[in-house]
């Protein structure tokens, strides 16, 4: 079982610009606390994510240097994977593919077909430089803008990436479009067709929908997600209307439920979770 916890995910978006100060101080704390990996920073272009235009700096003030938990940044291009390999704190680099055409040249100005051939030297830059690739298949269960998508095209890209030899792979619901059924037969499809792939899930629901996409994850054997403390995030290359992660604490109460509850400091969690609700909250809250 493994938690990935995503402040960066949950920062970007945010609407206020959050101070280096202050990035530093919570991904201390989210250190502390014993999740497998922290998606806690990008290398892409500050035009466009202006909220990560720090995250040489944020890496370089942590206090709580990566133990147990490691450490992820997601790049967008090979620029940005050749700085992100320079470090030796990081250990997995995060690329968004999107299946959805639009999408993916409005978040990497890179066709589908192009953005493949980035993606394997990528790859080659991380064995050179021991860091794991892990790719987000973004869109992966349909998108609003009307380019063709069903679970055949998640599959041939997934056999596409299976052959560059990416080691995990994770399926992305990048504006909460999921349905239970697909997320079940796209996880009891691949799970057993690639058992060299660690299949992940990076699920976006709105309140009411988390549980099913877990569940539906879940029952197929998908032991690696995704999700934020809150419930805060979303991707701002998609659409205006953020859709939220799933919860950290949501997740946590799932596995309870099925036995699963991975072992947490239980005093460095409720310390990030309250940190959590300063950082995160808006005026008169």
């Known amino acids: 079982m493994k938690l990935i916890e995503c402040p960066r995910d949950a920062m970007q978006g945010w609407h206020r610009p959050i101070a280096t100060a202050e990035k530093i101080a919570y991904l201390d704390a989210l250190l502390q606390v ?39 940044a997601i790049v967008a291009n090979v620029r940005g994977a050749e700085e992100a390999v320079m470090h030796e704190a990081i250990h997995y680099l995060g690329f968004p593919f999107s299946i959805s055409e639009t999408f993916q040249l409005r978040n990497a100005n890179k066709t589908i077909a192009a953005s493949l051939e980035e993606v394997q030297t990528i790859q080659e830059l991380c064995i050179k430089n021991n860091k794991q690739l892990v790719v987000y298949i973004s ?3 349909g998108n609003p803008y009307g380019d063709p998508y069903n679970t055949g095209i998640v599959m041939h890209w997934v056999n596409e990436l299976t052959a560059l030899e990416i080691p995990i792979i994770s399926l992305a619901d990048t504006v909460g479009l999921a349905d239970p059924a697909t997320i079940s037969y796209l996880f009891k499809a691949l799970i057993p067709a690639y058992p060299q792939v660690e299949f992940g899930a990076h699920f976006h629901a709105a309140p009411h929908q988390w549980e099913d996409k877990l569940r539906a994850a879940w029952d197929q054997g998908c032991r690696r997600f995704d999700s934020a403390i809150r419930g805060i995030g979303g991707c701002p290359m998609a659409k205006d209307e953020l859709v939220g992660n799933i919860a950290t604490e949501n997740l946590l109460h799932f596995l309870k439920k099925e036995n699963a509850a991975p072992a947490l400091d239980q005093q460095a969690w409720e310390k990030a979770y309250a940190l959590a609700g300063q950082l995160f909250s808006t005026p008169g809250t």
Do not use: C, H, W, Y
């Not at 922290?38 to 133990?67: C, W």
């Open 34 to 72: 014993g999740f497998d990996t922290l998606d806690f920073g990008s290398f892409v272009s500050p035009k466009a994510i202006p909220q990560m235009a720090d995250t040489k700096e944020v890496l370089a003030g942590l206090t709580q240097l990566p133990g147990r938990s490691k450490l992820l």
């Open 139 to 141: 869109m992966g269960f």
